[in-house]
């Protein structure tokens, strides 16, 4: 069983950087995408990015422009680079790995908190 950890969280000040690495125990060329995910308290969990395993990605529209999403296979390891962190960003961010028959894997969380 391929287990995912992250790292990488943190307390930022507006404005600011993170870079979140999501590593795995084994390939994540096997796993047909990796996502990110992010529950705010009281909110629902919600997609932040996701890369396929063609390399594709795509965002949601609250972190367009200011979040990457990448991943080195060779490392087995996804990052999320997330710029211009706003306050809103603050919440506790999920690795994800999508298997081909659609089931996921789950990390255990990173908490980034945007504040100043």
């Known amino acids: 069983q391929v287990q995912l950890v992250e790292s990488g969280g943190g307390v930022v000040q507006p404005g600011g950087s993170l870079r979140l690495s999501c590593s795995a125990s084994?390939?994540?060329?096997?796993?047909?995408?990796m996502q990110w995910y992010r529950q705010a308290p009281g909110k629902e969990r919600e997609l932040v990015a996701i890369?396929?395993?063609?390399?594709?990605?795509s965002y949601a529209d609250s972190v367009k422009g200011r979040f990457t999403i990448s991943s080195d296979s060779n490392e087995n390891t996804v990052y999320l680079q997330m710029n211009t962190l706003k306050p809103e960003d603050t919440a506790v961010y999920f690795c994800?790995?999508?298997?081909?028959?659609?089931?996921?894997?789950w990390g255990q969380g990173t908490q980034v908190t945007v504040s100043s």
């Open positions: 084994g390939r994540i060329s096997s796993f047909r995408a």
């Open positions: 994800s790995a999508q298997r081909v028959d659609a089931s996921s894997l």
């Open positions: 890369i396929t395993s063609s390399g594709s990605t």
